[in-house]
């Protein structure tokens, strides 16, 4: 099977190229304004979160960059439904298996604030259980491509199972929990940080923190690609 | 570069004094001596860490990359 990698590239990809270095340091520089800004620049003083307001700096970004490679990935599932591009599937898998990463960081440090905010790691919040099955659903989703051998069925079924796990984790992350009582802010009866906590002081550090955090998951997920597409020349010789 | 960097740790220090108590518990403490300032360091040193690692990983594998197509 003949591999090109220089195929066609999107207006987006012309721009962050994998092998660019520019914006991997971007990012970087980013991710280490938000350490140091997050932890030094002031915030607002309220009850119960006291300085654990700062994990908003970096528990948050790990759901974005989660679902910005989420988001990749369904493109590209959708993309090789119809170009039965064996490169479009690797970047299908490779962005859930990069953003898993992220999902998996964001409810560990969820559960910590959790702990001394709620009281308990894991208080079966509706956002909490719902966070833990979305991911899960993408865990299905590798188990499934693992169960099929032959690689053109394999790239089709795990491509319309794509497809359909995506709504289904925008549905459980964003609006499930909102439809019920949850102590995480944004959801039931309880405001979010939009409403009045995060103020002008707080979105200084939270922007760059996430658009930081996505570049860094985006840039794992290009090195996970680009091992696999070698890896996969090399079977093919 | 170390003007900069002092004048910017300056800042970041005068920041706080912006802040209002209005009653609610912070880390004000910690602040005030100035021991956050080795928490931030810890946490700087080991994201540059990480990220240089990433660099040198990108490194190896564009030279990987560039091997490929003679090989072949």
Redesign the interface.
Known sequence: MVIG?EGKHSLIQNYIRM?KTWW?IFG?VL??YT???G????VP???IL??SIRNLYFHVPMWFAMIVLFSISVFYSIKSLSSKSEIDDMKAVESVNAGIIFGLLGLVTGAIWAKYTWGQFWSFDPKQNFAAISILLYFAYLILRNSIDEEQKRAKISAIYNIFAFPMMVVLLFVLPRLKDSLHPGNGGNPGFNSYDLDSRMRMVFYPACLGWIL?GY??YS?RF??RS?EN?QQA? | MKKILFSIILMFATVQLFAQDNGVEMADKLRSDGKIYVVVTCIVIILVGLLAYLFSIDKRLKKIEKEKPTKN
């Open positions: 990698i092998n991997k970087s991710v280490i350490a140091i800004a932890l030094l620049l002031g003083r309220l009850p006291n300085e860094i840039w794992v090195i680009r091992i070698i020349k010789n």
